[in-house]
């Protein structure tokens, strides 16, 4: 029964890692070269495109190894291999938290008209986005710096004071004085990120409730295909935050079980992992079905063909 469900759970982690890589890889495809010809680039095109890249390293760092060790593969990390994986985990996972906060800020000081005429300005600026992206993974590069430490391979836990099995690699018990330290500056910068991003979604969502009350009587063409842009951009990024917010509160409770078992069980390191994988996953098709650009594309094409079958079968 075990083996079963160990099988089990290698089969939904492959099939929830292979769907999140086939939409992440065509996004980033899609953002890349339309960053590099300079063709319908909209603001936020850098910031998806590092959404995307962060969210292909997480299912590669994380989905591929837990998979291999649900399937029984063993000792096929060393202690270095172990260290550097978990590092991208953590450093990818800062990015996706990052970049969706950015994303979110950005749309609401783009649309809510109270907030600072420069800080407006230097946010359309493709200079000041990619500053803060570059910002970002600057950041989370340094903070993750510790996660190296407390890590080990399968090779190297002897006499050591194991955390949690991955089945492998192993999260060691950090030293007594500094327990909580760490812990700290990773829920402060969480906190920070997930501040903005609830604060923004709800500053968004109350000035789109009031601009519908304002513009009721407005039925210019141009004024509202305009409103129909940036609504529909608008709600992607409320629809990414949420899912994201969701989503961490379930990651967070599951952490909170995990850190009151000396050892947890296996099932809540495979719910842990399943969680972290799931807005990797879901995101690129939302962002997918929610670009004109793609929906257009896609349209035009299936239209083009149809055409073209239609002619030789007449």
Known sequence: MMAFSKWEMGIILVTQMGVGILGNSFLLCLYNFTLLTGRNV????????????????VLFSKGIPHAMATFGSRNFLNDAGCKFIFYFQRVSRGICF?????LSGFQAIRLCPHFCRWLELRMRSSMCIAFCCFFCWIL??????????????PTHIENLSVRINYGYCFTLN???????????????????????MVWASGSTVV????????VQHI?????????CAEARATSTVLILASC?????????????????????????????????????TLSPFVLIFRDTRVTRNIFASSSRQGK???LIWL
């Open 140 to 153: 989370n590069l340094l903070i993750n710096l510790s996660i190296p430490f407390y890590i080990t391979g």
């Open 219 to 227: 039925h210019s063409n141009s004024r509202s295909s305009r409103a």
């Open 244 to 280: 994201f917010c969701s989503l961490y509160s379930l990651s967070a409770l599951v952490t909170f079980r995990m850190s009151l078992f000396a050892i947890p069980g296996q099932w809540l390191v495979d719910l842990s992992v399943f969680l972290s994988l799931f807005f990797p």
């Open 98 to 102: 990052s970049m969706t906060s950015l």
């Open 207 to 214: 000035f789109l409730l009031k601009h519908k009350q304002r």
């Open 42 to 57: 909209r603001p936020t095109d850098l910031i998806l495109n590092q959404l995307v890249l962060a969210n292909s390293l």
């Open 174 to 196: 950090p030293n007594r004085n500094i327990r909580f330290v760490y812990p700290s500056i990773f829920f402060t910068t969480d906190f920070i990120c997930l501040s903005l």
């Open 308 to 310: 073209h079958f239609l």
